[in-house]
T-cell receptor, first 112, second 114 residues
Framework: QKEVEQNSGPLSVPEGAIASLNCTYS??????FFWYRQYSGKSPELIMFIYSNGDKEDGRFTAQLNKASQYVSLLIRDSQPSDSATYLC????????????FGTGTRLLVSP | NAGVMQNPRHLVRRRGQEARLRCSPM?????VYWYRQLPEEGLKFMVYLQKENIIDESGMPKERFSAEFPKEGPSILRIQQVVRGDSAAYFC????????????FGPGTRLTVL
């Protein structure tokens, strides 16, 4: 079992729709959870982090965490073509420093 | 405030040569992480360094790979006797202090081994 799992996609949504990206993790001791966006050929860019159960909103983005189910998600409202990218879920394991374990990413395609 | 800098951005090496990748963290950051991204794969942790110390190198291959972060100058990831399987994007990230929430990634070095 992979430590952090994501559906590779692509996830296709029309412009203006809500995109829902999901991630599961295996280590119950995980403390912090991150969503990064990566455009092709570019470096990862942090979108959001969350470490408490529930929702965290930042503009068009909402991160949701359910530690009991070991599940974290990212919702993108009013999706734009510029949101088309690969979204990486990352988990900081309970090791005393922030070693990030990444999923393989979900490719999102937003069509005009 | 300048971001994390990496050079070179692209590096081509023939099998058996050495590759040396450099990472200059953001100003005031003393913690550096190196990650490797193989084609069509996620990023994999390689090593975590502070100035003059390797804190965790559990993700580094046992042979041919080494990393340092000297008191002065950039962090360096060195790959000796490169093989085609080393072809990947290598990213470094810096962090101001332990236990903070954000790692800032550099633009990466794309290594191609011929």
């Amino acid at each position: 079992q992979k430590e952090v799992e994501q559906n590779s996609g692509p996830l296709s949504v029309p412009e203006g729709a809500i995109a829902s990206l999901n991630c599961t993790y295996s280590d119950r001791g995980s403390q912090s959870f991150f969503w990064y966006r990566q455009y092709s050929g570019k470096s990862p860019e942090l979108i959001m982090f969350i470490y408490s159960n529930g929702d965290k909103e930042d503009g068009r983005f909402t991160a949701q965490l359910n530690k009991a189910s070991q599940y974290v998600s990212l919702l993108i409202r009013d999706s734009q073509p510029s949101d088309s990218a690969t979204y990486l879920c990352a988990v900081a394991m309970n090791t005393g420093f922030q070693k990030l374990v990444f999923g393989t990413g979900t490719r999102l395609l937003v069509s005009p | 405030n300048a971001g994390v800098m990496q050079n070179p951005r692209h590096l081509v090496r023939r099998r058996g040569q050495e590759a040396r990748l450099r990472c200059s963290p953001m100003k005031g950051h003393s913690h550096v992480y190196w990650y490797r991204q193989l084609p069509e794969e996620g990023l994999k942790f390689m090593v975590y360094l502070q100035k003059e110390n390797i804190i965790d190198e559990s993700g580094m291959p046992k042979e041919r790979f080494s990393a340092e972060f000297p008191k002065e100058g950039p962090s360096i990831l060195r790959i000796q006797q490169v093989v085609r399987g080393d072809s990947a994007a290598y990213f470094c990230a810096s962090q101001p202090q332990r236990r903070t929430d954000t790692q800032y990634f550099g633009p990466g070095t794309r290594l191609t081994v011929l």
